[in-house]
């Protein structure tokens, strides 16, 4: 009786350890001290121009690098982080250090467009434009080499709060994009009145979109929606020349994915980005002999 009391207690015990709210528990208390020791990171993921492969920008994405479990990507993090209220400040931690990087790149002579995702709470705070402005003006960069992306189930929460916070960075220069478009539920009217530059098409409609009929159709559509509202489009998640070829087909300007490039660390991207200019400037040369 008392044994197998005891049995049960223990199995307990050690489901509770592997339970979600326990391993949410470390994550959070990890996570506190994760920011304060500067063990949050930036990578940077290429995005390029789909007619000639130039690249064009990166995307900043968070990484943790853990102590002892090496590289966490955001997926592991994120949720958790926003739901203790840490993403604010991790948010603000990213936004900062892509900013402090854009200023040195600019200085380098580079000039890749810097995007950089916000959350719900960040974005939604009355401050958020000011801050950003703030940020632009203190690190000295242009406000069009700073891209901001909102996903559209967060843009479109509340498309006129939105549309009125996002106005004033708009008005500055600073180009705003929709994240993981076609995952969300768009009004058309809305997205149409809504300041937004860029249009990403989520990474599960481009990843289908060679073997798939409906994510074809899908992709197609927004296309064609996008180019008669004047919107750029990145297609997201590229990792095929198929896919490729298909995009381009289709009129789309700009990708992202692991054909061009996973998310890697600036000085890794500094050096794709110098080598990538300099092969273009060889084949311009190459091309001016020819002819
Ligand atoms: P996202 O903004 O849609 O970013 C694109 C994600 O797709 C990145 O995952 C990237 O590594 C991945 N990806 C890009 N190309 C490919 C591809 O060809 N194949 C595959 N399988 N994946 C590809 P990552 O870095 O793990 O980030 C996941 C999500 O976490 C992001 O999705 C974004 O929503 C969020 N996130 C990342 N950094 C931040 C941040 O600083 N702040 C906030 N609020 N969210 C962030
Ligand atoms: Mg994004
Ligand atoms: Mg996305
Ligand atoms: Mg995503």
């Not at 958020?128 to 003006?137: K, N, P, Q």
């Not at 004047?230 to 997201?236: H, I, K, N, R």
Request: with cysteine; charged share 25%; hydrophobic share 40%.
């Amino acid at each position: 009786e008392a044994k197998s009391s005891g049995a049960n207690t223990y199995k307990f015990a050690r489901r509770d350890v592997n339970s979600y709210a326990y391993r949410r528990l470390v994550i959070e208390q990890e996570l506190r001290v994760a920011v304060e020791r500067k063990e949050l990171g930036v990578y940077y993921q290429p995005q390029v121009a789909l007619t000639d492969g130039a690249i064009i920008g990166a995307e900043a994405l968070v990484r943790w690098r853990h102590p002892t479990r090496g590289i966490i990507n955001p997926g592991d993090f994120i949720g958790i982080a926003e739901e203790v209220g840490l993403l604010d400040q991790i948010g603000t931690f990213v936004l900062e250090e892509a900013c402090r990087q854009s200023a040195e790149w600019t200085a380098k002579g580079m000039n890749p467009k810097v995007a950089v995702n916000v959350s719900a709470s960040q974005c939604q705070r009355p401050d958020f434009a000011r801050d950003v402005l703030t940020m632009i003006e203190r690190h000295g960069i242009e406000p069009n080499m700073l891209e901001i992306e909102i996903t559209e189930t967060v843009a479109m929460l509340d498309p006129r709060t939105t549309a009125r916070e996002l106005a004033p960075l708009r008005a500055a220069g600073v180009r705003l994009a929709i994240d993981d478009f076609g995952t969300g539920y768009s009004n058309l009217a809305s997205l149409t009145r809504m300041p937004f530059d860029v249009l990403k098409i989520d990474r599960s409609f481009v990843s289908e979109c060679v073997r798939d009929g409906s994510a074809r159709v899908v992709v197609a559509t927004i296309l064609t929606m996008t180019q008669n509202l004047g919107f750029e489009t990145v297609a997201e998640g590229v990792e095929s020349a198929a896919q490729r070829e298909f995009l381009l087909g289709q009129g789309c300007t700009f990708a992202q994915g692991y054909l061009f490039g996973k998310p890697m660390p600036a000085a890794e991207f500094e050096a794709l980005y110098l080598a990538k200019r300099r092969s273009d400037a060889r084949d311009l040369i190459g091309e001016v002999r020819r002819k």
